[in-house]
């Protein structure tokens, strides 16, 4: 594979910024925009420009193709994972990803096509705001796939603006509901045709960067910090599922297009 070729297959996060509009592309439609590390690391280099720019006033994440938001990460990543302490570190670094958006000085909304599942759901999670297309699904089924588990920190997230009940179906049942399905709970700022997605997305962008920048900034920041102090040390439930043997045969069958069977250890 050329040097070319494997940079498409790792795919990239892609940062434009114009008329107070920064456009966060995650890049990888081949394979749904699952994220590698390279896409982590320059969302978090996006996010480290887009603070540094006092042009900017709102934040648009979205995945390129029209396909899917952010299907997960990149599942070869856990390949080589040996011991519950990768999924520690693993969870940390996630975490440091998806404090850099919530930590942005201005509004972000995601704008979710297709589907939005594990990581995805994550990263459109911590945007403000969230727009989806009719019919996109929203899930974390790893209960029915890898067999890891999601941090305290990203629970906490979830239930924070979806709702524990939902959270519970989604992460037991491993349930990808639909847009229209989870509207009502007000977790989506808008369901609306795939041809009408970008329409809405300017309406949304015009008000925000009409709105006070000062009174936006201060409002998200007492929300985050009312939200992270109830944050529970996990580190003994993180350990305990990415050291299973459950976890590494999860991975296995995952990438080998199987259904795994769960031994409970």
Known sequence: MSGEAAARAEGTTRLAIADGVARITFDRPAARNAMTWRMYEELAEACAAIAADPSVRVCVLRGAGGKAFV?????SQFDAFASGEDGIA??????????GIEQLSVPTLAVVEGVAAGGGMAIANACDLRVAAAGTRFGVP??????NCLSAANLARL???????????MLLLAEMPTAEEIAPTGYL???????????????LCAALKSHAPLTMAATRAALLRLRTDLTP?????????YGSA???????????????????R
């Open 71 to 75: 299907a997960g990460t990149d599942i």
């Open 90 to 99: 693993y969870e940390k670094k996630v975490e440091r990803f998806l404090a």
């Open 142 to 147: 790893i209960a029915s796939t890898l067999g």
């Open 159 to 169: 239930s924070a603006t979806l709702g524990e009940a939902w959270v519970k179906r």
């Open 189 to 203: 700022a808008a369901v609306v045709p795939p041809e009408e997605l970008n329409a809405k997305v300017r309406v």
């Open 233 to 241: 040390r996990d580190e003994d439930l993180v350990r305990a599922v």
């Open 246 to 264: 459950d976890f590494k045969a999860g991975v296995k069958a995952f990438t080998q297009k199987r259904k795994a069977e769960w031994e409970g």
